[in-house]
């Protein structure tokens, strides 16, 4: 059975860091595109910042040059590192794991973890 398992949310201040971990298990996840997306109350579920299976990484322009996104291949793990953060970046964060091969289509989501920025 496919699990994605986030960690590292919580409550910070604004200017503070946290950094995100997703591990999967059950999947080939070096084939994987790696994704965090998230969703504020009220809001629509956005992109935050996705990873290819080769390393390259494209980010929502609200986080370019406060997130970092990586994966680890050996760990099955993706991270989110998140600095600077804002009262924006409030939300649930998702990961997701995502393959095209072949016509078909492999999709996978975490639970979420919480994050607040707030003084």
């Known amino acids: 059975q496919v699990q994605l398992v986030e960690s590292g949310g919580g409550l910070v201040q604004p200017g503070e860091s946290l950094r995100l971990s997703c591990a999967a298990s059950?999947?080939?996840?070096?084939?994987?595109?790696m994704g965090w997306y998230r969703q504020a109350p009220g809001k629509q579920r956005e992109l935050v910042a996705v990873?290819?299976?080769?390393?390259?990484?494209d980010y929502a322009d609200s986080v370019k040059g406060r997130f970092t996104i990586s994966r680890d291949n050996a760990k099955n793990t993706v991270y989110l590192q998140m600095n600077s953060l804002k009262p924006e970046d409030t939300a649930v964060y998702y990961c997701?794991?995502?393959?095209?091969?072949?016509?078909?289509?492999?999709?996978?989501w975490g639970q979420g973890t919480q994050v607040t920025v707030s003084s």
């Open positions: 059950e999947i080939r996840f070096s084939f994987y595109t």
């Open positions: 990873i290819r299976p080769g390393g390259s990484a």
């Open positions: 997701n794991a995502h393959w095209t091969i072949a016509s078909r289509e492999y999709d996978y």
